[in-house]
């Protein structure tokens, strides 16, 4: 497989199994998918995204693979770097989730149009948990068995 195939491989699973863990999650709390999807748009939109229906919805799930694209990317260009990532893809693909869940809730969600929520160490915790599992993992994984 060629490298960006193993980018948008890697990408598309780590992108449904991350919003689908999520899904669940906001599922348990009462908030619909498509709330959920808006959610992700209003890092751009702000909170008209909560207004724009099926649209919205589908511009945030597009958001949402564009950016488990951009992280399959990163892995890949660090794994060119360091082949150490592709020799332990289950330790390098945990602590890649970790760098994942940091950047996006500490930086990106931060700088975003997103309203902000108070501080809870379970949800931070539950998504730190999903990241390791269905980012970081799956990504590692992939570009691990795509490169041999």
């Not at 960006?4 to 619909?32: F, K, N, W």
């Not at 998918?33 to 229906?53: D, H, K, N, P, T």
């Not at 989730?97 to 915790?125: I, N």
């Not at 948990?129 to 795509?146: D, F, K, N, R, T």
């Amino acid at each position: 497989m060629t490298a960006v195939g193993i980018v948008l491989v890697s990408g598309c699973v780590a992108g449904v199994l991350d919003i689908a863990a999520t899904g669940l999650v906001m599922r348990a709390q009462g908030m619909s998918f498509r709330r959920l999807l808006q959610f992700v748009a209003s890092g751009v939109l702000g909170s008209a995204a909560f207004e724009g229906g099926s649209r919205t919805a589908a511009m945030g799930l597009t958001l949402h693979f564009l950016i488990a694209w951009f992280w399959a990317l990163i892995y890949g260009a660090a794994a060119d770097l360091w082949p150490v990532l592709l020799l332990h893809p289950v330790m390098c693909g945990a602590l890649f989730g970790v760098v994942v869940h940091l950047a996006m809730s500490q930086g990106v969600v931060r700088l975003s149009r997103a309203a902000r929520r108070p501080f809870a160490w379970k949800a931070w915790l539950t998504q730190l948990a999903i990241h390791m599992v269905c980012v970081g993992w799956p990504v590692a994984l992939i570009e691990s068995l795509g490169s041999r």
